[in-house]
Structure formats: C-alpha cells, structure tokens
C-alpha cells in the first residue's frame, strides 16, 4: 500500500512519522486533484473527457463516427463567422478552447487560509504555511553535526519564480534551528556567491533557482568568477542541495542578452496564430489540439483548414480514436486516446526561449559543467497536482530511512529531465516515479517521453571533495508541511555538510 504524501490543503496530520499511515491516507486530495487511484485521466478530466461530453450527443456513454464528425462539423461552422470557408489557427484556437471550458467541471472551491495559499510579497511566505511548516518540522538531526555549520540559501531566479521560495527559505532557516544541524542566511543576490563570502559557509541551498541563476549580463568577469566559485567550494569539500527548480537552470538556448535560459512560455513551431490561442480560460490547453489538427489536415500549407481538410482531419482523428473499427468509443478508452492524437512536438520541446531550435528537448545545455554537477536539467514537469507514486530506490541509505522502504504518494509539480543530461552513471538515485503505475492518459502528457522510463526524483553524488544533493519536489507549499519529505530534506543537506554518511556510488540503470 502506497502512502500519501502532501495532498492536504487544511491543518496536517502528517507531522507523524510514517507509522502513522491512517492519518497520511486520510488526507482530502489538493484542489482541483483527482482522488487517489482514479487513474489519471487529465487532471480535472482533461481535454480528452471535455471533447468526450461534447461529443457524446445522445450521452449514452460512448461517442460514435458520426457523433464525432457532427460536433466537429456544427464547430466549424460556428467558427467561421465570417463565412469565409476556411479557419485559421487563431480561430480554431478560440473555438476549442470555448468548447474545453463549456466541458470542463468547475474545480471544487479550495480551502481557505489567511493568504490564499499564496503569499502577495515574494520574498514572505504565508503565516498559514509557515504554521503548517513549523509544526511538521522534524525534531532532531540525522546526524550530530561535525563542529557548528553554516548554509547559505540562495534564492537567485533568472527564469520562473516560485511561489514556495520564501517557504523553503524559511524552511531551512527553522530545520537548522530547531535539530541544530545548521545555521542558515538566505539571500536573493547572486552576487554573494564569490570566493570571500562562501569560505564562511557549510552547504549551499540551492531554493528553486532558476535560468542561468548566477549570471550578471553585462558583465562576463563577474558572471565568469560566481561560476568559478561555486564550483570551488563544493570541489574543495563542501557541499551544495538543490530543491526543484535547481535543475531548471542553464539550458535552452542562451544566457545573453539578459534573457534566461530554460525559461517558461515557448511555443515555437505551432501554426501562426496559434501561439498563446486564448484556450477559453483552460490556459492554452488547445493548442496542442490545433497543431495537431494544422500538421494533419493543412496539406496546401496556408496556414489554413478548409472545410475539406477540417473534416478529413477530424475523420483521422476517429480513426485514431476507434482503432478496432468497433463504430463507437467508450468514455474510459477515449481519454487515452484522445491525448495520444498529439504529434510530437518540435525539437527542443522544454522550457525555452521562443524561436530557438536546440536539437533536444529541455534545450541545449548553457553550462556543461553545471549540468553534470547538479545531475541533469529540465525538460517538462507534470502540473501540479499530479499524483506520482515515488519508489524508495536506495532503501538502505540513511537518506532515505524516514520512508521505511515504502513507496509513498505525493501531489506536486514533477519533473522529468533531458535524456542526455541525466544518467544513473553520474548519480545514485535514491528516489524515483514509479513509472508503472502512472495511466496512459498521464504519460501521454509528457512530450518526448524518456525512451529508458527512467524518471528519478532525489539522489547524490560526489563532486571532487565534495557533496551534491537534489531533490525535485518542493513546488508547492503543502509539501513543506509533511515531516517525512522534510525529513528527506533534513538528510540530504546533512549529507551534503559531510556530517551523514552515506554511500553515494553511482549505480547504473539495470545493476541494482
């Protein structure tokens, strides 16, 4: 039995140890998440489910040719106010999403608390969290540290800002207090990574940084001499944890210019007029559904769909849908299906700049040697709140002992990494998603899959003298509420200080 982990939005329970499994299984699910073992399906049902009740015109369950062919047909009519004869992307992006929103159940309203959930100043978590927070902390150390250390949060962003960085922050801070493992100073300046300031320190945290963190633009010395330093200290013998978004930096295609790199919102490739397509409120999730609709039915390549095309591709699609030729498709077989009409995407399908073309997904890597130290960077994430069933990979390391050798469940914004970037040969993995439970409805979601299934989440590994830890939760504020994945945390900084032994051999895939 799987225990869940951070699916709570009100007072936690989970400040137990893992013994405590009714009251970790007996938390509500996130807002907007699907119970447990649902299955997937897309979230809130996906646009596969909305498409479905859409199309199911006389609801009996399943969605027939015609039933299918008739919406869409009704669509384009309706699309085409101008009775022009033909759509653009824009208009079929408009179009679907109206149809995604209509369909698409409204999301239960979320609990309350004294912020939202959110806190309105970027560098102040939210009373409520930090409440939450503190009472899960663990109590003691993993280890009785060396001689009195110090770490050093950075907080430093070049790409996406996290909402949860002022609560890891003062996560750390609180945790070293409190085991008295550590004392902790955050900062938000890349600047204080040089040589002088960093001989104080222990361990840097790296706290959801993220682009090409420590580069200053317009000025190649300085941006020369905080990467220097960084690698210094944890070659020279000391240590560096990253949490989530630490692997969301220096990859995509540049670092000039003062645009970072790995940062959020391309949409290179798709058909003119259909980047940012309004998507009715779902957030864009119709773009993906226009280009596939462009790549198949635009044969004279106009940027445009005839009628005759519209319905030819749409025809494609039933055909996709209905593979066994059965005339009609179940609500339960059509949401699978219906994510895997997606083409692939184009190359370097992850977080980068709109227009570059890097010949991986997740972009090419901006700083080799970084790269490799923090163990591989991005190039997708499941949305938050994705529920991921995390497999205990190393269960004898003493990183991951709060787990019991149990798999644990976890809602939160799960990422994936660059194939090239990532290898079990640089790392020893102790977590990972445990792959086989995931749907197909989930899996399709993630363009340019793996082609190992290999999706690690927390591991360590030597650098020179010194440590590396990395864990890739910690994107939502819940989760600092759950002692065991704190606990987690608690032993990879320990590790990366030097004061928790652990065996950081790397293991390669298929040797354990």
């Not at 709570?8 to 699910?29: F, W, Y």
């Not at 779902?282 to 280009?291: E, H, I, L, M």
Request: glycine share 12%; with cysteine; hydrophobic share 35%.
């Amino acid at each position: 039995m799987a225990l869940v982990i951070g699916c709570a939005v009100g007072p936690l329970v989970a400040h137990g140890r893992l013994g405590a499994v009714p009251a970790l299984e007996g938390q509500p699910p996130a807002p907007g998440a699907q119970p447990p073992g649902r299955g997937g399906g897309g979230g809130r049902g996906g646009a596969g489910t909305a498409i479905f009740l859409a199309t199911d015109a006389n609801k009996d369950g399943s969605v027939t040719r015609d039933e299918f062919k008739g919406a869409f047909d009704r669509w384009f009519t309706e699309w085409d106010a101008a009775k022009a004869g033909s759509l653009t992307a824009a208009q079929v992006g408009e179009g679907l999403g109206r149809v995604l929103a209509a369909n698409t159940p409204a999301p239960p309203a979320p609990q309350q608390d004294a912020c939202g959930g959110r806190s309105n100043n970027p560098r102040v978590p939210c009373p409520a969290d930090v409440d939450k927070m503190m009472a899960a902390l663990p109590a003691t150390a993993m280890a009785k540290p060396a001689r009195p250390r110090k770490a050093l949060v950075l907080a430093s962003t070049r790409g996406f800002v996290h909402s949860s960085i002022p609560l890891a922050a003062k996560m750390i801070e609180e945790m070293g207090k409190k085991t008295g493992a550590w004392a902790a100073t955050t900062t938000y300046d890349a600047a204080d990574i040089n040589t002088a300031n960093l001989k104080q320190y222990d361990v840097i945290v790296l706290n959801n940084t993220t682009g090409c963190f420590l580069d200053d633009p317009n000025d190649a010395a300085a941006t020369a001499a905080r990467r220097a330093a960084l690698l210094e200290f944890i070659r020279g013998g000391k240590g560096i944890a990253g949490l989530h978004a630490a692997s969301d930096s220096y990859h995509g295609s540049s670092c000039g210019e003062g645009v970072p790199g790995g940062a959020r919102g391309a949409q290179a490739g798709l058909p003119a007029g259909a980047r940012g397509a309004p998507g009715g409120g779902r957030g864009g999730a119709a773009t993906p559904y226009v280009a596939a609709l462009f790549v198949q039915g635009d044969k004279d390549a106009d940027q445009k769909l005839s009628r005759a095309e519209f319905t030819a591709a749409i025809d494609g699609w039933y055909d996709k849908l209905d593979p066994d030729k059965a005339g009609r498709v179940a609500q339960a077989d059509f949401g699978p299906r219906f994510a895997g009409l997606l083409p692939p995407p184009p190359p370097g399908g992850g977080r980068q700049n709109a227009g570059a073309s890097p010949q991986r997904p997740g972009g090419d890597p901006l700083w080799p040697e970084w790269n490799r130290v923090i163990g591989g960077y991005f190039k997708f994430h499941w949305n938050d709140p994705q529920l991921i069933t995390v497999k205990i990979d190393d269960p004898k390391s003493p990183l991951t002992a709060m787990f019991k050798g149990q798999e644990w469940e976890i809602r939160d914004e799960t990422y994936t990494f660059n194939q090239e970037s990532f290898s079990r040969d640089n790392v020893r993995v102790l977590t990972s998603v445990n792959y086989d439970k995931m749907s197909a409805e989930d899996k399709a979601k993630e363009p340019n899959p793996r082609s190992d299934h290999d999706y690690a989440l927390s591991w360590v590994r030597r650098e020179g003298k010194g440590r590396l830890f990395y864990e890739a939760h910690g994107h939502h504020e819940r989760n600092y509420a759950v002692t065991p994945f704190l606990e987690h945390i608690l032993a990879g900084v320990q590790y990366a200080l030097g004061d928790l032994k652990a065996d950081d051999t790397p293991v390669p895939k298929g040797t354990r």
